[in-house]
């Protein structure tokens, strides 16, 4: 099965803000800030927005219990009064906080375009614009919750077939209990490696069904497609990210510690009560740590967004990261990337920009006398007619 994914905008004419080619780990990781920084508000929009929704969904179930139980104030002493109500809100809010979830994934999806979008120049990215693009994710993201929760059902019900019957041998004294831990963890160990490979290999699964506009199978076809080949450079990329998310936590995680420490001594020295600083301290902590957590999610969006756009140019022609169009060592025709038109000729160093007559081949810059006169095989030769 062959995937068109969305051509890129390249050369002098260009606004993208990564180089247009595929990345090296050092680009992602700059080049993920500079689209974060140039358009922090649509980003923060667009991760505001599920969790506003969510915490608006919590607090109208809240408020719609109270008003109840206010306009029945002698059914708080009957359960078989105010229950079906209770169960009947519980379940319109957890069909609610379904959707909203769903919605965050759909959100995560135009964010990633967007990265997308700043990053190759192609289109000015607004909420209007990524809504229309992603018109039909969410049904898509549906069908996807849905598999991974038919998924997950088979495959617990398989581990429990395997591990059941010998746990209980084990327990009636029939059977090894040393067989039967050793393979309830075999399980487990297989389980956790078969999670994290499955995971690296649907890195890119959600962007391409907002990017591409693919359905479930055909996006984890497409992602298992992306990744082959680049299994571990997929994974170690994923690491390098959850390293930076630590480092960043890293210095409001030991203002947290130290308002916690100082709380224990404060109390230990001082058992009446906790000086008002301290609490502060504590306090600042805690509010630092979620914010740290909170803003580096965008830019975990897009740097998943700069892996997907280098791989889908490594695949369609690229070069490896590090060495762009326009090398010396590049001469004659080219497979098109994309950020190449097909029949467009790469101008290499000692060639023109502008219209060729046909591939040229012929010796590299340095064997050249010298730059400014025609080509040694368009100079007239002893035999040629003199002008």
Excluded at 100 to 127: C, E, F, H, K, N
Excluded at 209 to 228: C, D, H, P, Q
Excluded at 247 to 272: C, H, K, N
Excluded at 279 to 284: E, Q
């Amino acid at each position: 099965m062959t995937w068109n994914p969305p051509s890129f905008p390249t050369g002098p004419g260009n606004t993208g803000l990564v180089p247009d080619r595929p990345l090296a780990l050092g680009e992602m990781i700059g080049g993920a800030w500079r689209i974060y920084k140039s358009r922090f508000g649509l980003f923060l929009t667009l991760l505001l927005i599920p969790f506003l929704l969510f915490f608006g969904v919590t607090l109208l179930a809240i408020f719609v219990f109270g008003a109840t139980m206010m306009a029945n104030p002698g059914s708080s002493t009957r359960l078989e009064q105010w229950l079906p109500t209770v169960a009947g809100l519980a379940l319109v809010l957890y069909a609610a906080l379904i959707v909203v979830a769903l919605m965050q994934y759909v959100y995560q999806g135009r964010s990633m375009i967007a990265g997308i979008d700043l990053a190759t120049g192609r289109q000015d990215p607004t909420r209007a614009n990524l809504a229309e693009r992603t018109r039909g994710l969410l049904g898509r993201v549906f069908v996807l919750m849905l598999l991974a929760f038919a998924a997950g059902l088979v495959i617990g019900l398989v581990i429990a077939l395997v591990t059941i019957p010998t746990t209980l041998a084990s327990a009636e004294g029939t059977g090894s209990a040393a067989a039967s831990a050793l393979l309830t963890m075999v399980i487990t160990m297989a389980a956790y490696v078969g999670l994290i490979w499955f995971g690296v290999k649907c890195t890119y699964l959600l962007l391409v069904m907002a990017e591409e506009g693919l359905t479930v199978v055909a996006a984890i076809k497409r992602s298992f497609e992306l990744t082959r080949g680049a299994f571990w450079k997929t994974l170690g990329y994923q690491v390098v990210l959850v390293l930076m998310a630590f480092g960043l936590m890293l210095i409001p995680y030991m203002v947290l510690l130290v308002g916690v420490f100082s709380v224990a001594s404060s109390t230990e020295l001082a058992p009446r009560g906790v000086g008002a600083g301290t609490v502060i301290l504590l306090l600042l902590g805690i509010v630092a740590l979620y914010a740290v957590l909170f803003l580096f999610i965008p830019y975990q969006y897009i740097y998943v967004a700069l892996m997907y756009l280098s791989r889908t140019r490594e695949l369609r022609g690229g070069q490896p990261a590090g060495y762009g169009p326009g090398q010396p060592w590049q001469s004659g025709p080219q497979e098109p990337g994309p950020w190449r038109e097909p029949g467009q000729q790469d101008p290499g160093l000692w060639q023109q920009s502008g219209p060729q007559d046909g591939p040229q081949d012929g010796p590299r810059p340095w064997e050249r006398p010298d730059p400014q006169d025609p080509r040694p095989w368009q100079r007239p030769g002893p035999d040629s007619p003199q002008g």
